[in-house]
Structure formats: structure tokens, C-alpha cells
């Protein structure tokens, strides 16, 4: 099998990484640790023409899509018309992650648990609905409709704060486009964690669960980010509430979209948060997570290629084989991520990791015959370990051997 996947980042990187263990893989535009990996093509995600051209060319079998922005554009439907197999949703079912808006109708539509919330576009009407949540004595999330790299999220614990945050969204527009519109919703407390569902229309099936850590700085605090860590099995989540979470939150979805006559074939990613024992499902996106990707992947045996195939083919999704180990990822970003950052900063990694220790590339480039950093989360530092304990040891002592200027990463993943 030959495939293609579309993506620059650690992510994009663990995909080829797993996929290139049963099929043949190449990659568009990918990072230089994926040019390590496999071949790699200079063609941008958006250009929808050439990504197309380009699968034709390479006589692919199987287009695997990783990031938002495309789906969300529609290059699904256009690799489809062109005949040619594609992972990823089209247009219709991106939209699920593409509108927040959208996205929380299709909850209470489906009867999914989720924060109580309200969407607007006047910024006036956002903030007298934040305030009478304050009067209630809650506290809110405002959060940019639209796609905006995981950072579109202010979690407000003030009537000021959310006015501030309303503002920078929907006035001064600090994430674009994706700020024209805004949820304002409750503010739910409890853990996290991510499904991730692979779904081939009316059928189904869910990949292990990650915990990702969103914030940039340990014990979470700071502002979200798009991930900087994860870590799987996640050991205090019972297999009852797992059992509930695809009972309430990722059936009744997949029963709206056939409903509403979308073919979702891809991977479905509910955000969920365990409030009061109840799951509750904070967003849903339409692609893998990232970094719980780079985890997953790692606790997988044979079959995912053909898993990922099968999908793509709307054929029923067939299991993929899940190892005991427990695996974990440190991000490693650059200084000032999820803010400003310097970027060609040169990279030294030991040529010699424990064979437990996968290093996953994100915002990386080549710069003459050096490595050097092109983006704000630059590595995935992942390993295995019989438990979460020793995979975090083994993680945290590559970390530690990796150098570049202003290097940041949390020091508390899988704590
Ligand atoms: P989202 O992109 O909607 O998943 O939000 C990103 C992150 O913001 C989530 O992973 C949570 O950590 C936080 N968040 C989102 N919605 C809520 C909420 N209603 N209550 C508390 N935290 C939230
Ligand atoms: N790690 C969060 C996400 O991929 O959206």
C-alpha cells in the first residue's frame, strides 16, 4: 500500500512514523524528522489542486489528512471527486470542528452532556450573557467559534477577565477570522481526557485514550496551548465511565451526522471533561490530536494502515492491535509558545536514545546541513515503559539530553 500524508507536524511526523511500519509512505510538506523518515513533497496543505496532482502522480492508494485547515476546506471532497481514497472527513463533517458554534447545536441537538453556553456575534450580547452567568456565580469560557490552533479558549474567572477576552476575540480579532463568531459557556471543573474514534460512517471504533495537557506551564497554568504533553493509558479513568463517554458523547454524534446525511470517514476526537463522575463533552475535533497522536500510536500493534484504509473505503473499521505498554510524550517548545517565538534555533539531539525513546519532530526545518527550529512546539520527545512511571523517566532523561536555545517544556507530564 502506498500512501500519502498530508501535514507538517509531530503528528504528521508519528503518523509516517506508524504508518511507514506496514505501507509505503510519503509525505506533504512534512518537517525535516519526516525527511528522515520518508520521502517528502513540497506541496502546501491549502493548495487542494496539487495535493491532488500530487497523489495522482504517486500513484497513492490512501490520502491521510492530519491537520484542520484542509478538512475544514474541503480537500477530502476534492480528493474523493478525484477518485482517489481519502482519510479525513469532508466539508460537511469538518464543520463539526471548524464552528464551535455548529458544533455545541449538533450537542444539544444529539442530547450530548455539555457546559450550558451561547453563542454571538455582538460583542454587547456576549458580555451581558457572560455577566448573567457571573450573577449565577459561575465562571466562563470564551472561546473563538471558528479554528484557531487550540488557542482560541480563555477560561474567564472574572466578569473583567471575559470582557477582555471578548474584546481580543471579537473587536481586536487576535485569532482572525475565527473570533467573527464566539461561544461564551460555563465553566466546567473536573479531569480531562481524549477519545479518539475512528469512524467509517456507521461504524466505529476507538483508539486508547490520552490525557493531554493544554496549558503551557506545569501544574497547569498559563495560557492554552495546542498541547504539551500527553500521556496513555489513563489509569483513573474506569472502563464505566469509558463506556458511558461512547454511549453519550460519541454514538449519539455519529446518529446526528448519519441523520443529517453526512458520511464521516476519519477520526473523530471528543475533548472530554469528568465533571461531578458525569463525562462531558467540552469540543470535538475532526482529526488526531496532537501530541496525544505521537502517544497513541506508540501502544499500537499491527493493523493500523489497514485500519486507516478501510476507513477511508467507508468499509466497517476494523480493530487495531493495542500493546500493554504505557507510552508518554514531553513537548519540547520554543521560548515565548504559545506566544512569539524565535524560530532558527539549531536543534542537537544524540544520535544514540534508548530504543524506548521516539523523538517526533514538529516545528523543524533545514537550514543548510542543521536542523533548527521553524515553529513553536518543535519536538515530541515520546517512550514506552512498562507503566507510566518508567516511560515518564525514560522520556524526561532524553528531554533532558536535547538541546536548543530557550528550550520549554512542562516537567510535570504523566505526574
Ligand atoms: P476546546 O478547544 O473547546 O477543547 O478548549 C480547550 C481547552 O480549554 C480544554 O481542553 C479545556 O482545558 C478548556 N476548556 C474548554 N471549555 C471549557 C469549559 N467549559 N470549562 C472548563 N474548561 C474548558
Ligand atoms: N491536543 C489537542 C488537540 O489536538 O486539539
Redesign the pocket.
Same mark, same amino acid.
Given at each position: 500500500m502506498r500512501v500519502l500524508v498530508i501535514g507538517s507536524g509531530g503528528r504528521e511526523h508519528a503518523l509516517c512514523w506508524k504508518l511507514g511500519q506496514e505501507a509505503e509512505v510519503l509525505c506533504a510538506p512534512g518537517n525535516a524528522g519526516i525527511a528522515e523518515t520518508c520521502d517528502v513533497e513540497k506541496v502546501a496543505p491549502e493548495d487542494s489542486a496539487a495535493v491532488v496532482e500530487l497523489a495522482k502522480r504517486s500513484e497513492v492508494d490512501l490520502v491521510v489528512i492530519g491537520p484542520e485547515g484542509p478538512l475544514i476546506a474541503g480537500l477530502a471532497d476534492e480528493l474523493r471527486s478525484a477518485g482517489i481514497a481519502a482519510f479525513g472527513p469532508g466539508r460537511d463533517g469538518a464543520v463539526l470542528e471548524g464552528s464551535?458554534a455548529f458544533s455545541k447545536r449538533m450537542m444539544i441537538e444529539a442530547g450530548v452532556p455539555t457546559?450550558e453556553?451561547g453563542d454571538f456575534t455582538d460583542v454587547d450580547d456576549a458580555i451581558a450573557f457572560a455577566a448573567k452567568m457571573f450573577d449565577r456565580g459561575k465562571?466562563?469560557?470564551v472561546?473563538a467559534s471558528g479554528a484557531a490552533l /487550540?488557542k /482560541?479558549?480563555a477560561?474567564c474567572h472574572t466578569l473583567e477577565e471575559a470582557r477582555a477576552a471578548l474584546q481580543a476575540t471579537m473587536v481586536d480579532r487576535v485569532f482572525g477570522a475565527a473570533g467573527e463568531t464566539v461561544v461564551v459557556?460555563?465553566?466546567?471543573?473536573g479531569k480531562?481526557f481524549s477519545l479518539l474514534t475512528l469512524v467509517s460512517g456507521d461504524s466505529s471504533w476507538s483508539l486508547p485514550v490520552a490525557q493531554?495537557y493544554?496549558?503551557a506551564f506545569n501544574g497547569d497554568r498559563g495560557p492554552?496551548t495546542g498541547g504539551m504533553g500527553a500521556y496513555s493509558p489513563v489509569e483513573w479513568l474506569s472502563n464505566g465511565l469509558l463506556h458511558e463517554t461512547e454511549e453519550r458523547v460519541v454514538a449519539p454524534m455519529l446518529a446526528a451526522m448519519k441523520k443529517r446525511g453526512i458520511d464521516f470517514r476519519g477520526v473523530l476526537y471528543s /475533548?472530554l471533561?469528568v465533571s461531578d463522575g458525569k463525562p462531558?463533552c467540552?469540543?470535538y475535533?475532526v482529526r488526531f490530536g496532537d501530541p496525544e497522536t505521537q502517544t497513541i500510536l506508540r501502544r499500537l500493534g499491527s493493523g493500523f494502515a489497514e485500519a486507516l484504509r478501510a476507513v477511508a473505503a467507508g468499509e466497517p473499521v476494523p480493530e487495531v492491535e493495542v500493546l500493554p505498554e504505557a507510552a508518554i510524550t514531553v513537548v519540547m517548545a520554543s521560548e515565548g509558545y504559545p506566544g512569539k517565538y524565535p524560530k532558527g534555533k539549531k536543534l542537537l539531539v544524540p544520535s544514540e536514545l534508548p530504543g524506548e525513546v521516539v523523538v517526533f519532530h514538529a516545528g523543524t526545518s533545514l537550514l543548510m546541513h542543521d536542523v533548527v527550529t521553524s515553529g513553536g512546539r518543535v519536538l515530541g520527545v515520546s517512550a514506552t515503559g512498562g507503566d507510566i512511571e518508567s516511560a515518564r523517566a525514560t522520556a524526561y532523561r532524553a528531554v533532558e539530553d536535547i538541546q536548543f536555545a530557550g528550550r520549554q517544556y512542562r516537567t510535570d507530564i504523566g505526574a
Open positions: 464551535k457546559a453556553y465562571s466562563v469560557a472561546k /487550540g /482560541g479558549v477560561i459557556e460555563e465553566c466546567l471543573y480531562e493531554d493544554k496549558r492554552n /475533548g471533561m462531558f467540552l469540543e475535533n
